[in-house]
Nanobody, 114 residues
Framework: QVQLVESGGGLVQPGGSLRLSCAAS????????MRWYRQAPGKEREWVAFISSTGAGTNYADSVKGRFTVSRDNTKRTVHLQMNSLKPEDTAVYYCNAVGFQTWGQGTQVTVSS
């Protein structure tokens, strides 16, 4: 029932930007805080960003602070991750997740390479 669909990934050069989107359905989106995670080959899934249910509160991993911005549109049931000044170390599959559910989408691949 709970469904999360990530999109917006792709191949970008170092220093470039991408805007990821996560479309949610099957639950009352506005009641839930949301998180972004990423997973690189051979590594565990890593928390990247948090946004409260209203969008008023955000938090970021130290590795992305100052470069990434998370936002949400509760009317459209969508959360976004604006990724600027991308580095090769940001290469990973990016996932969104609702706090309170152990449900993950298929993820979207981000590759940062020249």
């Amino acid at each position: 029932q709970v469904q999360l669909v990530e999109s917006g990934g792709g191949l970008v050069q170092p220093g470039g930007s991408l805007r990821l989107s996560c479309a949610a359905s099957g639950f009352t989106f506005s009641n839930y805080a949301m998180r972004w995670y990423r997973q690189a080959p051979g590594k565990e899934r890593e928390w990247v960003a948090f946004i409260s249910s209203t969008g008023a509160g955000t938090n970021y991993a130290d590795s992305v602070k100052g470069r990434f911005t998370v936002s949400r549109d509760n009317t459209k049931r969508t959360v976004h991750l604006q990724m600027n000044s991308l580095k090769p170390e940001d290469t990973a599959v990016y996932y969104c997740n609702a706090v309170g559910f152990q449900t993950w989408g298929q993820g979207t691949q981000v590759t940062v390479s020249s």
